[in-house]
């Protein structure tokens, strides 16, 4: 795939999942696709599940600012806080030189940083850790030790990991969510879901008493392996945390668009 092809994928498999997963905690939840626009957004206390991303291709300055103050319109219209994911490769080079300007302007505030990343990189070996076991998230009691180990990796109070997967049916039945467990205790989790002929890897977390450890990589290395065990599919794809972004690649994965996360301003 060229660059423009692999930031394109990259937002379109956002849109897929995302769509799923916030259709998951509300039926009624803002999915729209408008021009531009994709809104994805469940409006629960998990901000992961509060999405919007901008779609036009090539985009020019004068179009990214429109489009920034109409996704600032839609974040002050909800209940609770969440984030624009800008693909920044999607913007021609007048965009991405004024976007901080633009922004700012618009009312948003810079947050973290991001990777896309994608690789045909599937079927790949059956992970093993000497420290580590694995289990298949399948119960509620599994997928609070899941919601927990996201929220406190990310930062999140426990409620909020706790409102955006407990109780989920999907996250049970079509997520290939693992657990990477020491002894008992769960250490650090993976998941991967099928979306458009791809396996797309959600919400990885370490817990941070555990870290540089490698059990994020092994995890992460599980789903996949089961996955692809199960779909057949070869590739994955997956948006990375700046902490995440140095291991995707020792399973193959390549890096392709910046992401930017934008919130509201205070």
């Excluded at 076991?133 to 930062?155: I, K, P």
């Excluded at 049916?169 to 998941?191: F, H, I, Q």
Aim: net charge negative; aromatic share 10%; glycine share 10%.
């Amino acid at each position: 795939m060229t660059g423009l092809a692999e930031s394109r994928e990259s937002v379109e498999q956002l849109a897929a999942v995302w769509r799923a997963m916030v259709l998951d905690r509300d039926a009624g939840a803002d999915v729209r696709d408008l021009p531009g626009i994709a809104v994805r957004w469940a409006d629960c206390s998990f901000a992961f599940w509060n999405c919007v991303t901008l779609t036009d291709v090539g985009a020019d300055a004068e179009l990214v600012e429109h489009r920034l103050r109409q996704v600032a319109d839609i974040m002050r219209s909800k209940k609770h806080p969440g984030f624009l994911w800008l693909f920044e490769d999607l913007l021609d080079d007048g965009a991405r030189s004024t976007l901080a300007a633009a922004a700012e302007r618009a009312g948003l505030e810079y947050a973290f940083p991001g990777t896309g990343m994608a690789g045909d990189l599937l079927p790949i070996p059956e992970p093993v850790h000497p420290d580590l076991t694995f289990a298949r998230v399948t119960t509620d009691e599994q997928l609070r030790a899941y919601a927990d180990l996201n929220s406190r990796a990310y930062g999140f109070p426990l409620e909020e990991g706790r409102d955006g997967l407990v109780g989920s049916t999907l996250w049970k039945n079509e997520v290939y969510a693992y657990l990477a467990l020491r002894g008992d205790v769960p250490v650090a989790c993976a998941g991967a879901i099928e979306a458009d002929g791809r396996l797309f890897v959600v919400l990885v977390a370490t817990d941070p008493q555990w870290q540089r450890r490698g059990y994020g990589e092994a995890v992460t290395r599980k789903a996949l392996y089961e996955g692809a065990r199960a779909t057949g599919l070869t590739r994955a794809t997956l948006h990375a945390t700046a902490a995440g972004a140095p291991v995707y690649p020792r399973i193959g994965f390549q890096p392709n668009t910046p992401i930017h996360f934008y919130g509201l301003k205070g």
